[in-house]
């Protein structure tokens, strides 16, 4: 493959280097991807929307079942809240799935008005402590890989509060909460630049998640959801950071035009997408950064996406596709050619090796590896052809459909 680029590739050679995507990919669904949701003007119902964990964990595993790649699901506390976590792990092992990440939710009682972990007032703050400590207790007895922080806090006015002892209650809340972390567990920290507190959020950008990582513990990482960032910011640029100082963990993947859209991934600018995977790749081939490379390795791809006028699992399958693909072009990416263009400082070499990796298609070669593997070649014709949505929906009717 050396000298070669990508277009002139052999098939064969295009196969041989998309494997990682087929057999290595591993994407995390979000159990809310399958609820009805909306925006603040409306929630749109769905018919056939699941009505307990245990519909959604179905529909999980149809996504699975299809793509083969969908091995785990991260669930979100109250909302996947059971009696019997024992049982739950069971169901869910049964339709081959895995859990993932568990999510606290401390942004929706009518108590978490002025905050959560970083609430003015001790009391509350013990209260959202307790959530968290309750989110460890589950990760422990589930045996999940993470417990994961996403909080809505912050300010709406200059003055509301101070900011530099919300700073402070931020640190505190979470050094306390990471004591009660299950060994095997680690911690993701997801920023964003503001909503729901329009004036200041808490834990606004990467370098603020990554400075009260730094100061929580070791197993406290970082999570990039990508809707989270003002326009034209250089998302990639962060991955690459982060995964230089070791302190990726995670990504809620997503697409967006304006704000925190929650679109299919890769759906309007799968470029972008691109150079994150690209990032991600390329720090996964490179011996010369065992820590880096080592973080690439560890890093948990999950979706974080709001289907609200689309039909959800078709779009989920559909999610995990466009991701696949943006891998696959990644791996398509000759690094030592692009090595040695960056040294020899061949500026327009180096971006073009980029571009025609981007440029060719890999569906025709990943439908072929899929297939070898028992898999559908096109998930998600084959999903839409199945006769499973309709059936899905016409099992579900009546009780109280899952929504945001
Ligand atoms: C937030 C954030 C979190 C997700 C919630 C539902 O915007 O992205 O990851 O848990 O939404
Ligand atoms: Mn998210």
Redesign the pocket.
């Known amino acids: 493959m050396a000298g070669m680029t990508a277009i002139e590739a052999s098939s064969s050679a295009i196969m041989e280097r998309l494997l990682w995507a087929v057999d290595e990919l591993e994407i995390e669904l979000p159990s809310?991807g399958f609820v009805n949701t909306g925006t603040r003007f409306k929630v749109w119902k769905q018919p056939g929307t699941p009505r307990t964990v245990e519909e959604k964990m179905d529909d999980a595993a149809t996504v699975h079942r299809y793509t083969g790649i969908a091995r785990t699901v991260a669930v979100?506390i109250p909302w996947d809240k059971v009696d019997d976590y024992g049982v739950l792990l069971d169901y869910m092992r049964s339709k081959g799935l895995g859990i993932g990440a568990v999510?606290i939710n401390t942004f929706q009682d009518d108590e978490y008005m002025l905050g959560s972990i970083c609430h003015p007032s001790a009391e509350i703050r013990a209260k959202a402590l307790d959530a968290l400590i309750e989110c460890c207790d589950i990760a422990r007895l589930t045996n999940a890989p993470a417990v994961k922080v996403?909080l809505g806090d912050g300010t709406n006015y200059p003055g509301q509060d101070d900011l530099r002892w919300r700073r402070n209650r931020l640190v505190e809340g979470l050094q306390a909460g990471y004591e009660h972390l299950p060994e095997q567990a680690r911690m993701y920290l997801?920023y964003?630049i503001f909503e729901p507190s329009i004036y200041s959020t808490d834990v606004q950008d990467w370098g603020q998640a990554l400075a009260v990582c730094n100061r929580v513990g070791e197993r406290a990482v970082v999570c990039v959801?990508t809707g989270h960032h003002s326009l034209g910011v250089n998302i990639e640029q962060i991955v690459a950071l982060l995964l230089a100082e070791g302190k990726l963990g995670s990504f809620?993947l997503n697409d967006k035009k304006y704000g925190?859209d929650d679109l299919m991934v890769g759906s309007i600018d799968p470029y972008q997408m691109f150079r994150i995977t690209h990032e991600l790749i390329n720090a996964m081939r490179d011996d010369g950064d065992p820590g880096a490379q080592r973080c690439a390795n560890e890093t948990v791809y999950m979706l974080?996406q709001c289907h609200n006028i689309e039909p959800k699992v078709p779009a989920i399958i559909r999610s995990v596709m466009n991701l696949q693909e943006l891998f696959a072009k990644a791996l398509l990416v000759d690094r030592e050619a692009l090595v040695a263009a960056q040294a020899r400082g061949d500026v327009l070499e180096a971006s073009n090796l980029l571009w025609s990796a981007f440029f060719t298609d890999v569906r025709g070669p990943l439908g072929e590896l899929r297939q070898q593997r028992g898999l559908p070649a096109d998930p998600f014709h084959s999903y839409r052809q199945s006769g499973e949505d309709e059936a899905r929906t016409a099992a579900r009717v009546g009780g109280q459909a899952a929504s945001w």
């Open positions: 809310w979100h999510n996403w997801e964003k959801d809620d925190d974080d």
